[in-house]
């Protein structure tokens, strides 16, 4: 089943923050991170059910995968996937509704 992939805002900024914050020490940490976040999105339509449930939440439609210590945390729902935040993963996940 092929998916439509969308951003949710937060996602966006947290894809920025993340890049800026990693690059005032290693700028090629930041591409690095921030290419790989690349890769996995463009194989959700696809793949997205290649990652895993997230351990803090019984959802089955909330799923996560790691790009080297961050969190990609993506939502699908019918035919579409929908990113919806970056996190590393020492953070304590929030869910808000």
Request: no cysteine; aromatic share 10%.
């Amino acid at each position: 089943m092929a998916y439509r992939v969308v951003w949710s805002p937060k996602a966006v900024e947290d894809v920025e923050a993340i890049a800026a914050y990693i690059a005032r020490d290693s700028p090629s940490y930041a591409a690095a991170v921030v290419q790989r976040v690349i890769e996995i999105t463009s194989k959700l339509s696809e793949e997205a059910k290649q990652g895993r449930l997230i351990p803090e939440i019984e959802e089955s439609t909330i799923i996560e995968q790691f790009a080297y210590s961050y969190r990609l945390i993506y939502r699908i729902e019918s035919n579409i996937v929908t990113v919806a935040a970056l996190i590393h993963g020492k953070r304590l996940l929030y869910l808000t509704e």
